[in-house]
């Protein structure tokens, strides 16, 4: 089963509300699909989401990417070499994490076809259900409280909040929320590095002594300031989630190393796919630091792969694979069941998708 070519395509799917974050406002997810095929007649598939104001890439760089970068670098290997494709692949473009993590997983997509099991199990098969939080998008306390009410009503028990864009309404925003909701819903902050670490601290602070006990903030400060995160992990209670600051498993040994925070959130946007998330995985776990699996603005295609490598993983004890349950249509069929806050793997080889 040797690599035989690389197709991408776009993909598009309108949000049931807007995505709004500290960074940024989206109405509807344009992202690009890509189709690797074999010579035996095979296709996987995988998914690159552009984020410009985190990964630096967009729907024309990712296609770039993959077309003159990456294409020619691993056509014609064998699947079953899959160490031998993902140095390639890695090696063929300096960063562009989106385009490579759309093609790594359509290897493992494949690679999991080729032995007819599904991934989840190949990549170590620790559990079979996952449990999701969803986002809550920053806007008017009045909305927020909204939001996460009809969250709430949907099934969701745990929320992800977005702040970060008015630090002086944000403790109300999260205060009101946990009023709304009740002591039982987990309530996760995320400032998506919207404050200074001073702010970061005056108002986790705030959140601590208004009892409204959220399980975690992610990432309060910007992404390269590790000397801002490591003050804030210092100097509060709540545990420290980082996001942005951790694209690799050199990253993620030198937060670790610095204290800098709690937690480590991975995404496969951000790593360049599975191959190098395991990394920053096993790093974690040998150092006793939890992961969440995380997702940008993206559709069933990548989420998938990214429940397959969360089940499969000890380590992994957090889930923010909401990307299914923020778009208003589903644009591929097969693949996990996502139902609400829960995700069940099912027995279909490979990720498990329909063509």
Known sequence: MKIKNIKVAKVEAPLITPFKT???????????????????????????APTAVITGETLGSITHAIEDYIKPAI???????????MER????????????????MAIYDLFAQHYQAPLYKLLGGYRKELTTDITISVNDTEEMVKDSVAAVARGFHILKVKVGK??????????????AVGPDITIRVDANQGWTPKQAVRIIGALEDADTNIELVEQPVHYDDLAGMQYVTANTLTNILADESVFSAKDAFTIIEKRAADLINIKLMKTGGIHQA???????????????IGCMLETKISVSAAAHFAASQKNITMVDLDG????????????????????????????????
């Open 22 to 48: 500290a960074l940024r406002t989206v109405h509807r997810i344009h992202n690009i699909a890509v189709y690797v095929d074999t010579d035996d007649g095979q296709i996987g598939i995988g998914e690159a």
């Open 75 to 85: 056509t014609g290997i064998d699947i079953e070499e899959i160490a031998h494709i």
């Open 89 to 104: 692949l890695d090696k063929s473009i300096y960063h562009n994490t989106s385009a490579k993590a759309a093609v790594d």
């Open 166 to 179: 008015d630090p002086i309404g944000d403790v109300k925003r999260v205060v009101a929320i946990r009023q």
């Open 278 to 292: 395991h990394k920053i995985c096993q790093i974690a776990e040998a150092n006793g630091i939890p992961c969440m």
């Open 324 to 355: 299914p349950g923020l778009c208003l249509k589903d644009p591929i069929s097969g693949g996990p069941i996502f139902e609400n806050e829960r995700i069940t793997m099912t027995d279909a080889v490979g990720i498990g998708f329909t063509i």
